[in-house]
């Protein structure tokens, strides 16, 4: 007798295809686990603060600080100890400092400077990375220079370039524009080189997109009050995918060693297709917005806390990150240790 013919999926079921059958058990689902966050996937961003022994809450971000100088060392340290690579440092320049040129960008004094001195004395082991863009410096909050309502954008490269060079002098390992001007990938290499720092690695901002998510952090560096208007004509539009491609490609054109888009979470879509599409490190960052959202919602009792904390860091490493800059980094890599 003939036997019944069957549906392809009732066949697919005969031989066996079960997929839950792996998920039974706790080492089973460790053995078949794609991929893995570590303590190495990790950058901790920095808020450093004039003065010493001083530590300042940012109401709209629970649990980071502002820290001078001597205690951002002791977090360096731990930093260091549990394998985080690399910190990301951001000054909160006194009121005073800032103007209309952004000048105190380029003072070799400034806190930056020291910040990037002393740790780099302190914990010689650990990556610094400084922000390039003119927003903890200027009187009106934008990353680049002024005329009018306009943005200027070569004038401001060549700011760019005295504040990044200030940077490398005072001991960055890593320049990051995160200014959004056109040409200054290429122009900060050539400067760079020029000066003897060939070997300092450009981490371009290069997708980074006009976010409400930035929120919390225009209050940690006070730039939020002061800001006039909006970001939108450097910054890239939300809707905009082919854009984002096209800011990575020309880039790496200009000879960027490593990319960023930001925000994360809601621009993991960038993320994939820049590491489908080129082959080069790609970094994102869950900024500040993003860090709230789970903090909040955990406080309201809406949320697992380190669940979501954990969940959330998994998706960037399954997007394709090769790390993410997230205040949760020291949360995380504490976690992991034990
Ligand atoms: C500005 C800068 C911003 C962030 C890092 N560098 C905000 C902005 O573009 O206004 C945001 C990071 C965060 O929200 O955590 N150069």
Redesign the pocket.
């Known amino acids: 007798m003939m036997p019944p013919t069957r549906e392809k999926a009732d066949l697919d079921f005969l031989a066996g295809k079960r997929l839950r059958r792996t998920r039974q058990t706790g080492w089973s689902r460790a053995m078949v686990r794609e991929t893995d966050l570590t303590a190495r996937d990790l950058i901790l961003?920095l808020f450093i603060l004039e003065g010493e022994n001083q530590r300042e809450k940012i109401a709209t971000m629970p649990g980071v600080e502002r820290l001078s100088i001597d205690l951002a060392i002791t977090v360096a340290k731990e930093a260091r100890d549990l394998g985080i690579p690399a910190l990301a440092l951001?000054p909160c320049t006194q009121n005073d400092r800032r103007t209309e040129d952004g000048r105190e960008s380029y003072n070799p004094d400034n806190l930056m400077c020291q910040a990037l001195r002393a740790i780099k004395e302190a914990v010689p082991d650990i990556g610094l990375i400084a922000?390039v863009?003119l927003?903890p410096y200027t009187s009106h909050g934008h990353?680049g220079l002024m005329n009018g309502d306009t943005i200027l954008n070569d004038e401001s490269v060549a700011v760019l370039i005295k504040q990044a060079l200030n940077q490398a002098r005072a001991g960055a390992d890593v320049i990051a524009p995160?200014?959004m001007m056109d040409g200054r990938i290429g122009a900060l290499r050539e400067a760079l080189d020029a000066d003897g720092f060939e070997n300092v690695i450009l981490l371009s901002y290069a997708a980074?997109f006009a976010s409400a998510?930035?929120g919390?952090?225009?209050d940690a560096v006070g730039?939020g009050a002061r800001l006039k208007g909006d970001?939108k004509t450097y910054?890239l539009e939300p809707y905009n995918r082919e854009e984002a491609l096209r800011e990575v490609e020309q880039d790496l054109l200009e000879a960027a060693d490593w990319v960023m888009v930001?925000p994360g979470l809601a621009y993991l879509d960038i993320v994939r297709e820049v590491k489908d599409q080129f082959d080069v490190p790609v970094f994102a960052?869950q900024?500040?917005?993003e860090?709230a959202q789970i903090e909040f919602a955990a406080a309201a009792g809406a949320l697992d806390r380190d669940a979501a904390m954990m969940e959330s860091l998994i998706a960037f490493k399954r997007a394709g990150c090769t790390g993410i800059l997230t205040?949760f980094a020291l949360d995380v890599a504490r976690r992991l240790r034990r």
């Open positions: 961003p951001f922000d863009a927003d990353d995160s200014d980074k998510f930035y919390p952090f225009r730039s970001k910054q930001k960052y900024v500040s917005g860090y205040y």
